[in-house]
């Protein structure tokens, strides 16, 4: 049976006063709305199935509390003086309330970071947010009507196509507003989460850390605009500043971010094999801006002479400053990079 208007907009209230009103809800929004107590009641025991309030106490003197499922989600206009940080305070803190500290930090860091994007980058009108909670999971989405992530890339970097904007995204440290943005806040907040997906237009970019491994495929959908999607387990043992340090190639506390991990299955468009000199500049572009970069060769069967030769014997050595290693490469892959190293 299909929820009526009034009945979503009772139950909202209820969900809305709940914190402020904990022994006479009921009395409350029976105010409120005038209907009978027990009309709420019946809201409020329709709310308690979905897990969205609990109740303690006897029947005279039950003590109501917000349950674990929560959401919200809001459209607001930029503006110069939008303020992501004061938009996750006032609309979305109470839905992520009570989750373990290094799970608010992350999402209050990717929250903040994915919406300030939209607000400085989109050009844009309008962004959209949600944050829902259940028992075992945050997500959260945010989406703005911009010109879209990658198409901007390409356009301000003059790059030959919206793949290779990805590729470049993937490696961190990009950013078309160098005097005001340091271009980290993607590439962490997709190593933050458990899942972190970006949909643009024909493309969609994301990271999975259960697989430790970067994503590009063809979005069927073609969405306008971007839309960010970030999902992360509310007992997750993930901590920010852990994060932070794996990409810091060094021994002090300042968390430079001075190294990467390329994932090389990125460089390959459409079927193509991995097999040319002009292949392996794809990656290799911007990497001076790291100290130690790590190929990853997850998910790449076959790659040619010409192309690790061009990136572990040409570049390495043109480049002694740069530390440049590999992992995940199979026995046919190491084969061709150990003879590039050893040439």
């Known amino acids: ?11 909202k209230q209820i969900i809305r006063d709940v914190l402020h009103h904990p ?7 029976s105010d409120i709305f005038n209907i009978s107590r027990q009309a709420v009641n019946k809201h409020i025991k329709a709310l ?3 897990g969205r309030i609990i109740a303690t106490g006897t029947t005279r003197s039950k003590v109501y509390q917000l349950g674990p499922v929560r959401d919200n989600s809001l459209i607001m206009r930029i503006t110069p003086i939008l303020s992501e940080h004061q938009v996750y305070m006032s609309n979305f803190s109470w839905v992520t309330e009570g989750v373990p500290k290094n799970v608010s930090d992350i999402i209050f860091y990717g929250f903040t970071e994915i919406y300030n994007n939209a607000i400085d ?6 962004i959209y947010a949600a944050v829902h909670r259940d028992e075992k999971v945050v997500r959260i989405a945010i989406h703005d009507d911009g010109e879209g992530i990658f198409r901007r890339i390409k356009r301000l970097k003059d790059l030959p196509d919206e793949r290779q904007s990805i590729v470049e995204l993937s490696k961190g440290k990009l950013t078309t507003d160098p005097d005001n943005h340091s271009g980290q806040g993607i ?5 933050m989460f458990d899942e972190f997906y970006i949909d643009s237009h024909e493309f969609s ?4 850390c259960d697989i430790d491994m970067d994503i590009m495929f063809d979005d069927q959908k073609n969405k ?13 043992d993930r901590v920010d500043k852990n994060v932070f340090a794996e990409f810091t190639d060094n021994d002090d506390d300042c968390f430079a971010f001075n190294k990467t991990i390329i994932p090389v299955s990125l460089a390959k468009f459409g079927n193509e094999n991995l097999v040319s000199r002009s292949q392996a500049k794809r990656l290799l572009t911007r990497i001076e801006n790291f100290k130690s970069v790590i190929f ?8 040619g002479q010409a192309f690790t030769d061009e990136i572990f014997r040409v570049y390495a050595r043109r480049n002694p400053d740069i530390h440049v290693d590999y992992i995940k490469a199979n026995p046919e892959v190491e084969a061709w990079i150990k003879r590039a190293i050893n040439t």
């Open 224 to 236: 306008e605009g971007t839309w960010v999607f970030m999902d992360i387990a509310i007992d997750s």
């Open 121 to 126: 980058h989109s050009d844009g009108e309008f």
């Open 23 to 29: 022994n006479d809800i009921a009395q409350h929004i």
């Open 296 to 303: 990853d060769f997850n998910d790449v069967e076959y790659v």
């Open 1 to 11: 049976m299909a929820i009526t208007e009034r009945t979503q907009k009772i139950r």
């Open 187 to 191: 590439f962490f907040t997709s190593r």
């Open 48 to 50: 308690e199935k979905e």
């Open 205 to 208: 970019y994301g990271h999975r």
